[in-house]
């Protein structure tokens, strides 16, 4: 059992993973895939939407006589990660300690 995955859950990846390099869009899905149980069917519409908030640029550099479409940050994307960072971290200490209290409580926890 997975857990569903939001957009905002694929946001927060996808703009961590660009935050390091840009990336073209069939080596980005396989970074997000590497991390998400996530369709590229579900990718490219969230880079779209992305883009259109004004959260990633892209450019076109050629590559074996076609073009190779690249993703990056704005400095928009970097702020977004930022907060996403921050909203992640509550959410991270929030869930650590529900767990912790279930542990106390000797309630099996399965994972």
């Given at each position: 059992?997975?857990?569903?995955?939001?957009?905002?859950?694929?946001?927060?990846?996808?703009?961590?993973?660009?935050?390091?390099?840009?990336a073209?869009?069939?080596?980005l899905?396989?970074e997000?895939?590497?991390i998400?149980?996530?369709?590229?069917?579900?990718l490219?519409?969230?880079?779209?939407?992305?883009?259109?908030?004004?959260?990633?640029d892209?450019?076109?550099?050629?590559?074996?006589?076609?073009?190779?479409?690249?993703?990056?940050?704005?400095?928009s994307?970097?702020?977004?990660?930022?907060?996403?960072?921050?909203?992640w971290?509550?959410?991270?200490?929030s869930?650590?300690?529900?767990?912790k209290?279930?542990?106390?409580?000797?309630?099996?926890?399965?994972?």
């Amino acid at each position: 059992m997975g857990f569903q995955i939001g957009g905002a859950i694929l946001d927060f990846v996808v703009l961590s993973i660009l935050n390091s390099k840009d990336a073209y869009g069939y080596q980005l899905t396989q970074e997000v895939r590497s991390i998400l149980d996530v369709s590229e069917t579900a990718l490219y519409p969230a880079l779209r939407r992305l883009q259109k908030n004004g959260l990633l640029d892209t450019y076109d550099v050629p590559y074996q006589g076609r073009n190779r479409r690249y993703y990056r940050l704005t400095d928009s994307g970097r702020q977004a990660l930022a907060d996403y960072t921050i909203q992640w971290k509550a959410f991270r200490q929030s869930m650590d300690r529900l767990l912790k209290e279930e542990n106390h409580d000797d309630c099996p926890t399965v994972f």
